[in-house]
């Protein structure tokens, strides 16, 4: 058989591109390896909920406060208005995903990239079956990388897709039924302190019976563990057991070009499309995934192989300015600890947690308050420039 399509990686974007394209009727093979869980807090937003139609039971908590808390230890409660945000376990998550694009059609193979081989009608993904060890081989009309941040596909096929940023993320995943200490089931907490992380963030994420705890940094150096272990220990989570612990690398922007313009289109974090700031992934890898098969099914289509650089085009319509926000943001607040504290400080505003929500349930930038939006742009100013002290609320 010759694929239309053959997705390498079965994680978010993966899959979610393998089943549009098998519901769309195309002839579609996805190559995952099995075993695989990516450090992730599991936050995904109503807008994923709806868009992706992902069932209730996959919503393991439902989170309807977010804590900010300082390096000074200051906390700026935020409260989650018309809804909540949904938390999945990535174990559940991934495989539900999986599963539903094979019975949507997809064929779904098991086993390790190894390479792309070209042809004159076609091209041959090929990988190593985790179960007999052998080479196997896929033929195919298109081909979708969607394997991850350090992606074997972008850095084989796409200019620069050995070059992309990123930062290591870790967490473990802990037993923590009910309160304990300072943690809440039904909060998300975010950690802006440099000795968490020197140039991100840290995070105590309710899953229901269990929580995800971990950071990200792209500082060499920096103790994952350590850090975690802190963590664990200021929300009165040292004794929780853990159940698995998990490190990834996480991109920080996305590529330049997502295509080789040939057979050959990114998506998910190996195009790049993690939400700087937040790092929040697993939606904008979904979409990845949608505008990917998108692309794909316009080149079959077409015969164009052009049309393979829809996928960036339709994604970056949009979200570049989200994107554009956040990096802004990221830049001016994680480099020192002042500008962290300066950061939660400027969270106590009624305005900026209205429009920082509506914008991250909906994904897009709330337009409608322009008079909010001079408000925090003069506020701030103020704290950038160090016009008002940190503890200013």
């Not at 949608?290 to 164009?304: D, E, K």
Request: net charge positive; with cysteine; glycine share 10%.
């Amino acid at each position: 058989m010759i694929y239309d399509c053959v997705v390498v990686g079965g994680g978010p974007s993966g899959a979610t591109a393998a089943e549009d394209l098998a519901r769309a009727g195309k002839r579609v093979a996805m190559l995952d390896r099995a075993g695989r869980i990516k450090p992730c807090g599991g936050a995904v937003p109503p807008r994923l909920i709806t868009d992706f139609d992902i069932p209730d039971s996959q919503i393991v908590a439902r989170i309807n406060t977010a804590r900010m808390i300082s390096p000074t230890q200051r906390a700026v409660d935020i409260p989650i208005e018309n809804g909540y945000v949904g938390m999945v376990d990535r174990e559940h998550f991934d495989e539900f995903l999986r599963v539903r694009a094979t019975k949507a059609g997809a064929h779904r193979n098991t086993g390790t990239f190894l390479r792309i081989e070209h042809g004159e009608a076609h091209s041959t993904v090929v990988y190593r079956d985790k179960v007999s060890g052998n080479e196997m081989r896929l033929d195919t009309r298109y081909i979708i990388g969607a394997d991850g941040a350090r992606s074997d596909v972008a850095r084989q096929e796409v200019p620069g897709g050995d070059k992309i940023p990123y930062v290591i993320a870790y967490h473990e995943i802990i037993e923590a039924p009910g309160k304990i200490g300072t943690y809440d089931p039904t909060r998300c907490d975010v950690i802006y302190d440099g000795k968490i992380s020197p140039d991100f963030y840290g995070w105590v994420f309710p899953h229901g019976p269990q929580a995800s705890v971990g950071m990200g940094t792209g500082v060499d150096g920096v103790n994952l563990k350590e850090a975690t272990a802190a963590l664990r220990a200021a929300s009165g989570l040292t004794d929780c057991a853990t159940i698995r612990k998990e490190g990834a690398p996480i991109p920080l922007e996305p590529l330049p070009k997502w295509d080789n313009g040939r057979d050959v289109v990114l998506a998910g974090d190996a195009a790049g499309v993690v939400a700087p700031s937040s790092g929040e992934g697993i939606f904008y890898a979904m979409a990845g995934g949608r505008v990917a098969a998108t692309a794909v099914q316009a080149a079959l289509a077409s015969g164009r192989v052009k049309d393979l650089q829809l996928a960036r085009k339709l994604f970056m319509k949009e979200h570049k300015t989200v994107f554009k926000v956040l990096r802004s943001m990221q830049d001016a607040y994680y480099k020192s600890d002042e500008r962290r504290e300066r950061f939660v400080s400027l969270c106590h505003d009624v305005d900026v947690q209205k429009l920082t929500f509506e914008g991250y349930m909906n994904k897009k930038l709330v337009t409608k308050r322009p008079l909010a939006h001079i408000k925090i742009g003069l506020k701030n100013l103020a704290h950038l420039t160090g016009i008002v002290p940190p503890a200013y609320t």
